[in-house]
């Protein structure tokens, strides 16, 4: 059965990935091609969706994790509904108790105990149900917009970012300063995993609220049950206004419809109420006890279908919801897919695999016959010329030697295969993705167009699909991106590689410029920022320098787009 994604694995997920943003792309595409290629035969084979094998890959990283911030949430969020549901059966049952306090001289009101504990929680569930359905149509969220979700969530961040610094600082001997500095950057940055993901990490405090509400009545029909059981209570009605026991039976007969099913003794009826109907004057003497008892299955069922049952309804819509939400990720954006990627490109190595080769036994001199005269080699066929002569040296001719050096080097050249480029394995789909590219028009004479495709394809493994201007004198900056919109949609890729000159420092025309795009190109877009080094006489795509990369850093990790990505066009 394929296991749900929830919220702890989604804080996780973001915690590694915030601990790649800098880290080398070289050692990122490692790992993570070797995460895919541990994964069994079959899950590969049957072409897994993003989630599938996001939720592999994020399994692969918690291997050897002792700490991770999203059970620290999940265990958070669990002593947060604790407190909720044992509030809430404290309250509820406490005041519930208090009210029913029965001295045997005045009765239980009615109308007081109706009003408090059924008619305060409709006049609430009234405004809930109102105030959501408002900010719908203004196009809000209610859960982002409401003053207590947003005091809850205030709260609730508060604890989690103590108890995160709890955690670093117990482990501050086991884990390194880097790590230390990344968890901090990681808490700092929830208000951005809040805006990523939505109402998806808001509806956990509303759920919270509504286990209060729950609860509550839980406690207050639990307090009523037990005073009915082990006391003997009793129930009347009182108004200074004139008021007819019709009225009220009118009033109790359309307040009971839900429940008008049940047999009759689960609602007054007119005598009973006419019985139970108090004066001051007279007191309680003269009035029968059947009908001081007879109001509270009314009392109780009011609760119950009122202010029970709409809590429980509301929980169960909204956890519905909740599931709905988390099964519907497809984490399509280029904030994953840029992992994804990484775990579907194969490694590329150029080096030959050289077989051993077999020692060729050398040729061993012919043992030659004791004799006074030298011996004459023989003539080589078709020569008229005489035959030099030699020496007693047992050893072979010269020619005979050559001849196996030659005889030699083609064995070796045999079984020496020539050196091709070798893949892991095959891309998974029919063709790498590709990836339109932008240069800046005074570069584009200058930048080659083979050499820009060959780092392209080998530091990301992207193959070129354009490469257009920008910042150029004919158009303005809407026009290009009109322009580049409408190219992407018709080489239907969806990332983007920005060429930019790492020595010239980032200035807040390119900074809004960033901004203009990610609002043409949407959310999902993965946009890389490719910087390369002073061009020298050879070429324009040179290495960076490491200054020049970490002002570039600092400046981007400002604007807060994670689909963002700076790279290093040119390894040095």
Not at 167 to 180: D, F, L, N, P, V
Not at 212 to 226: E, R
Request: charged content about 15%.
């Amino acid at each position: 059965m394929k296991k749900k994604w929830n919220i702890a694995d989604l804080i996780d997920l973001e915690f590694f990935l915030n601990q790649d943003s800098d880290e080398d792309l070289d050692s990122l595409t490692a790992r993570d091609r070797k995460i895919y290629s541990e994964l069994p035969s079959a899950l590969k084979k049957s072409n897994p969706a993003p989630p599938v094998l996001l939720r592999s890959w994020l399994a692969a990283r918690r291997t050897g994790q002792t700490m991770l911030p999203g059970q620290s949430w999940q265990e958070i969020l669990w002593f947060f509904s604790g407190v909720a549901l044992l509030s809430g059966l404290f309250c509820g049952g406490g005041l519930a108790l208090s009210f029913l306090s029965y001295s045997g001289k005045e009765p239980v009101n009615v109308a007081a105990y109706f009003a408090v504990f059924v008619l305060t929680q409709v006049l609430l569930f009234v405004v809930l149900v109102c105030s959501a359905l408002f900010r719908r149509i203004q196009g809000r969220n209610f859960v982002e917009t409401s003053l207590l979700y947003g005091l809850l969530r205030h709260l609730f961040t508060r604890v989690f970012q103590k108890v995160m610094a709890s955690m670093r600082k117990r482990a501050s001997q086991k884990i390194s300063a880097e790590t230390r500095l990344k968890w901090s950057s990681y808490t700092a940055s929830l208000q951005q995993i809040h805006q990523r993901y939505g109402p998806l990490l808001l509806r956990p405090f509303f759920l919270i609220v509504q286990v209060f509400g729950v609860s509550f009545n839980a406690g207050v029909l639990a307090a009523t049950l037990f005073k009915v059981i082990g006391a003997d209570l009793a129930f009347g009605w009182q108004s200074t206004l004139q008021v007819t026991p019709a009225s009220v039976h009118n009033l109790v007969h359309w307040i009971a419809l839900p429940w008008s099913w049940l047999p009759s003794n689960f609602i007054p009826t007119l005598d009973q109420i006419e019985g139970s109907r108090l004066v001051l004057k007279e007191g309680i003497y003269f009035l029968v006890n059947a009908d001081l008892t007879s109001w509270w299955p009314f009392l109780c069922l009011s609760v119950l279908c009122y202010g029970l049952l709409p809590r429980l309804l509301l929980l169960l819509i909204v956890h519905i919801q909740q599931s709905r939400h988390l099964a519907q990720l497809n984490f399509s954006q280029g904030y994953f897919r840029q992992t994804l990627h990484r775990m579907h490109t194969p490694q590329l190595s150029t080096a030959a695999q050289v077989e051993p080769c077999q020692p060729q036994p050398q040729p061993q001199p012919q043992p030659q016959p004791l004799s006074d005269t030298p011996d004459t080699p023989p003539s080589f066929a078709g020569s008229s010329a005489p035959a030099p002569t030699t020496s007693s040296d047992p050893s072979p001719s010269i020619f005979q030697k050559q001849k196996q050096e030659q005889e030699q080097q083609q064995q070796i050249e045999e079984n020496t295969p020539t050196p091709t480029t070798q893949a892991e394995e095959p891309f998974p789909s029919s063709s790498p993705p590709k990836l339109m590219v932008l240069v800046p028009d005074e570069l584009l004479p200058d930048c080659p167009a083979h050499g820009l495709e060959q780092q392209i394809q080998t530091r990301l493994g992207y193959t070129l699909a354009a490469i257009l201007p920008f910042w150029t004198l004919e158009k303005s900056e809407e026009e290009e991106l009109a322009v580049l919109t409408t190219k992407m949609k018709e080489a239907k890729n969806n990332d983007l590689l920005i060429l930019l000159e790492a020595w010239q420092p980032p200035i807040e025309e390119l900074v809004s410029w960033l901004k203009l795009v990610r609002q043409h190109l949407g959310p999902d877009a993965l946009i890389f920022l490719a910087l390369i080094g002073k061009p020298n006489a050879e070429t324009l795509l040179t290495p960076v320098l490491p200054q020049h990369i970490q002002i570039w850093q600092y400046t981007i990790a400002k604007l807060g787009d994670s689909g963002l990505q700076l790279i290093e066009l040119v390894k040095s």
